[in-house]
């Protein structure tokens, strides 16, 4: 039990620190990309967000902050997760590759216009870097939200968001803050003009 609470101290201090680095490193990336999903919903366009495993789960968090609601009242806003229908995820996957099962969601729902915003810790899953450059065919603004080196992401997005740490959950706490922070940002920025 005494390890444990080392243990378990450790790990605060390091996401706090990683936390902090990120927003000291990034802060440019972070509030360029709140300004590029705000423009695309003031102009009628929509949010479609991809990754994998803890990143799906981020996927699936962030768009139901926009579509439901965050700290305000207000009308919902278009965000869609392409890590949810089962029946999607399967079909392209057994017909095709696994590599495709976002890039052809992407094709299927993408505009002009729109931002995809992909999600892997490594920069090196093969669907998400795949749904980036369907994405960015398209016309679609690109953001990579990433850690460590951003493996392949540099790439693949137009503007690339790197946790500086090499630990997978470490960066995935990170990523959850910028989720929050772009949410609360852009909810208000839309509602309070
Ligand atoms: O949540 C975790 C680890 O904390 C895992 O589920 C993790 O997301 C999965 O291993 C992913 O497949 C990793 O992919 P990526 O972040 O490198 O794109
Ligand atoms: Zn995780």
Redesign the pocket.
């Known amino acids: 039990m005494e390890n444990w609470q080392k243990q378990a101290q450790k790990i605060l201090e390091e996401s706090l620190a990683v936390k902090k680095a990120f927003w000291e490193k990034q802060k440019g990336n972070i509030l360029r990309s709140a300004e590029e999903i705000l423009r695309a919903l003031k102009a009628g366009g929509k949010l479609l967000i991809f990754?994998?495993?803890?990143?799906?789960a981020d996927a699936q968090h962030m768009a139901a902050e926009f579509v439901n609601r965050f700290r305000l009242e207000r009308l919902p806003l278009p965000a869609i997760a392409l890590t949810t229908d089962t029946s999607i995820l399967t079909a392209i996957a057994n017909d095709y590759d696994f590599s495709q099962v976002f890039s052809k969601q992407v094709k299927a729902l993408g505009h002009p216009g729109d931002v995809a915003l992909g999600?892997?810790?490594?920069?090196?899953?093969e669907n998400?870097l795949q749904g980036l450059a369907t994405a960015r065919e398209l016309g679609l603004f690109t953001i990579g939200l990433t850690g460590g080196d951003g493996g392949k992401m540099p790439s693949y997005a137009d503007l690339v968001i790197t946790v500086p740490s090499r630990e997978?959950?470490r960066i995935?706490e990170a990523h959850i803050f910028y989720i929050h922070l772009v949410c609360e940002l852009v909810e208000e920025a839309y509602f309070a003009s």
């Open positions: 990754g994998n495993g803890g990143s799906a999600i892997s810790t490594s920069g090196n899953s998400v997978t959950p995935q």
